[in-house]
């Protein structure tokens, strides 16, 4: 960083310092100043006090300009002394702050109150030139005067325009960093929904791969167990099946661990078609439950629709060989339209006894994996038989 950026960088940091160490050098220079002109006593004395409170310019700017500009009037009226050495720097010091720093009715009274204070000093300071020549005309003392009032008001009159236009530029500064603020806060937020709704999508795609392959694994082992003793072959056979099925849960869940581990967008991902319902219905016909599946019609869903429809028939299956295992019938029924498509499934044996414990959160998944796509999904008893659960899923068409 360059030398000059420092400084500025270090008198932002340390404002009150840097009042103090202005003001003394400001001393320093009025010191010079008197001691090359040999003024006296009431001088030095009149410009010390006007001096002091000059270190109270960045606490309170209003009320600074004030009380130095009311002693700098009294050491003019009571005392017949302009304390010129240290009004040079000092009053266009104090406006220039009190425009940048104060409010509108403060700023606006300094600058009226100093304009009155260069009235009062060219009324003041006219006679100390002009007693040089004897027999000055009042139009000569009324010149004198004006011109001192009108060279002190030009530099007051700069001082206040150059401090209001730092006052604004201070006001965007300020805007621009509160702006950079909240669109920190802001990026921070959307990470943080993201991050969320990635963990959410995550969740439930763990769910839909590894609870439905697990239902069916426990299915088909308590059914080897009770064959076992009957007909080992079955139970072979059976134990075979429950190979497959933890090897396919097993490659789905690689092929999902791959997706989210790279952020390549041509990487293989676990995203099933609607005509791997079959294979679905399969694994639970193999499991012990009698599945009726019919379909009609052709698919015009987008392939997340596509995928959030497998889903909710998957959900559907795997709840029941979880709570509803000795169901005598399961039926799926769905329908494909140019304006959507309409999936139902039914079950009976609700009521009966549980494999897995309830309050999952699969169901609610899966409405909001629907409602991302404009759809509606409802689940509950059947209306006229309590022992029949019944869930029903709707989406709209991709050009609905």
């Not at 001192?148 to 621009?176: C, K, W």
């Not at 009770?226 to 429950?242: C, K, Q």
């Not at 549980?354 to 309050?359: H, I, K, N």
Request: glycine fraction near 10%; include cysteine; proline fraction near 4%.
């Amino acid at each position: 960083m360059a030398v000059h950026l420092r400084m500025a960088h270090w008198v932002e940091n340390h404002p009150n310092l840097t009042n103090a160490l202005l003001t003394g050098v400001g001393g320093l220079f009025t010191l010079f100043f008197l001691i090359s002109a040999q003024w006296d006593g009431i001088t030095w004395w009149c410009s010390i006090a006007c001096w002091l409170p000059l270190f109270f310019r960045r606490v309170a700017p209003t009320a600074t300009a004030c009380v130095h500009g009311a002693l700098v009037v009294v050491s003019l009226l009571a005392f017949n002394v302009a304390p010129i050495a240290l009004c040079l720097w000092s009053v266009p010091w104090v406006v220039y702050t009190a425009a940048m720093r104060s409010p509108r009715r403060g700023r606006r009274g300094v600058f009226l109150a100093a304009l009155l204070g260069c009235a009062v000093l060219g009324v003041r300071t006219n006679h100390w030139f002009l007693f040089l020549t004897e027999g000055y005309t009042p139009t000569e003392w009324l010149l004198t005067g004006a011109v001192f009032g009108i060279i002190s008001a030009a530099f007051v009159t700069v001082a206040y325009l150059v401090g209001d236009l730092a006052r604004g530029r201070l006001q965007r500064r300020e805007q621009l960093e509160d702006r950079a603020r909240r669109l920190e806060i802001e990026r921070e937020q959307e990470v943080r929904m993201a991050a969320q709704d990635e963990r959410a999508r995550i969740a439930r795609e763990m769910h839909d791969v590894v609870a439905h392959s697990l239902s069916v694994v426990i299915a088909q082992a308590d059914g080897a167990r009770y064959a076992a003793a009957a007909d080992p072959g079955v139970a072979v056979e059976t134990l075979g099946t429950i190979a497959d099925t933890a090897r396919g849960s097993l490659t789905e869940m690689r092929k999902l661990l791959g997706v989210l581990r790279t952020d390549d967008e041509t990487a293989t991902a676990p995203v099933p078609q609607l005509g791997q319902i079959d294979q679905l219905v399969g694994s639970v016909r193999r499991a012990g439950l009698p599945v009726e599946y019919r379909v009609a019609g052709e698919p015009a869903l987008s392939a997340g629709a596509q995928l959030a429809l497998y889903r909710v028939v998957q959900e559907a299956l795997t709840n029941v060989l979880k709570h509803a295992w000795q169901a005598a019938s399961v039926r799926i029924v769905v329908e494909h339209g140019p304006r959507g498509s309409w999936a139902e499934i039914t079950n009976d044996g609700v009521g009966g006894t549980t494999r897995a414990p309830r309050g999952g959160y699969g169901l609610q998944g899966l409405r909001e994996r629907v409602s991302l796509y404009g759809g509606t999904l409802t689940a509950g008893p059947h209306p006229d038989r309590s022992d029949v659960f019944v869930v029903r899923v709707s989406l709209p068409g991709e050009g609905s």
